[in-house]
């Protein structure tokens, strides 16, 4: 592809997307230099929207993995369909392909999603595919990859329950982009496009919904904070219990506690404390609320 039509196709992705055009410009890199890359950053940063966006405009398949401890290599692989071997013996007819050799064949992206929780021999199966581009399977024979087959897989740099530790020879196979979490005005307008709640009630709850779950991410107590997913949901829950109490306005007298409410509804489950913090959830979140609108109310205004 020449580096016009890839300028191009920037152009075009960037217009699904709200901000991310330094991490979308590096990927597109990677992936039109042939190369295989991981995306290494917290929930809800755009890995996701951003490969689909490329896969869409590219027309090349992308097949979903989620890695965890059951992603054997037989199911990344593939498998032999037991009822009909038992009929037929092995064949390459009866088998049926996993989606790494189905993003093989087509020339698809095979994106591994927590791609840090797959068992070791899973990882190195893949390692293998990714260097020869091709794969050896027993009773089928070598398959070939397609040209744009790529290898995307993405992690959670504060993820360590489950997780493997990836050796230095995968890293040394492995491009990788650090992903933030994005800023504030483009966590707001990705709330604002998720959410679809309008009028001037519904600025001030994209406003304040946006940093509300920003500051989880700074408290003292949290080990990880709410991603932007908790800041959609808690507009949504908002604006239904507006609906309920008859809230019309973020200057009525129960806009505030509503907005604790929602809080507690789509915050709790999404931040994870410390181990060492004796506290709870609810009351790192009443922390977050009275600072944001009894200590510095002027913060809450909508920009
Ligand atoms: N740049 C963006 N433009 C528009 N919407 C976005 C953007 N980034 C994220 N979103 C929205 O936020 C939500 C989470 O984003 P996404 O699924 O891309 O995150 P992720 O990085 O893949 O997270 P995870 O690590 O949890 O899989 C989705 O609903 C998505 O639509
Ligand atoms: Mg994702």
């Not at 064949?105 to 070791?120: C, D, K, V, W």
């Not at 929602?262 to 609810?282: F, K, N, Q, Y």
Request: negative net charge; glycine residues 8%; aromatic residues 4%.
């Amino acid at each position: 592809m020449t580096t016009s039509a890839i300028a191009d196709a920037r152009e075009r992705i960037a217009s699904h997307l709200i901000g991310r055009e330094h991490e979308l410009e590096l990927t597109l890199a990677a992936v039109a230099a042939g190369r295989d890359i991981v995306l290494e950053g917290p929930p809800g940063t755009s890995k996701t929207t951003m490969l689909k966006a490329i896969a869409e405009e590219w027309g090349i398949p992308l097949m979903f993995v989620e890695g965890n401890a059951d992603l054997t290599p037989a199911k990344l692989v593939g498998h032999h369909n037991p009822a009909r071997v038992l009929r037929e013996d092995y064949s390459a007819d009866n088998f049926v392909a996993g989606p790494l050799v189905e993003a093989m064949q087509q020339g698809g992206f095979l994106y591994i999603e927590e791609f840090n929780r797959a068992p070791e021999d899973t990882l190195n199966t893949l390692l293998a595919a990714m260097a020869d581009r091709s794969i050896a399977v027993p009773r089928v024979g070598i398959i070939q990859a397609q040209p744009t087959f790529r290898v995307i897989a993405s992690m959670n740099p504060y993820d360590s329950v489950g997780t493997t530790r990836l050796s230095t020879s995968v890293h040394d196979r492995l491009n990788r982009l650090a992903i933030g979490y994005q800023d504030e005005e483009a966590e707001r307008g990705i709330v604002a496009l998720r959410s679809q709640v309008s009028g001037d009630l519904g600025q001030q709850l994209i406003a304040d919904a946006a940093a509300v779950t920003r500051a989880t991410r700074r408290h003292p107590d949290v080990r990880q904070g709410s991603s932007v997913r908790g800041a959609i949901d808690c507009v949504l829950v908002a604006e239904q219990l507006a609906g309920l109490r008859g809230v019309l306005s973020h200057e009525d007298q129960g806009y505030q506690p509503l907005v604790y409410d929602a809080m507690v509804v789509a915050l709790s489950g999404r931040i994870h404390l410390d181990e060492a913090a004796e506290t709870t959830p609810e009351r790192v979140l009443r922390e977050i609320w009275e600072d944001h609108f009894i200590l510095e109310p002027a913060a809450a205004a909508p920009g």
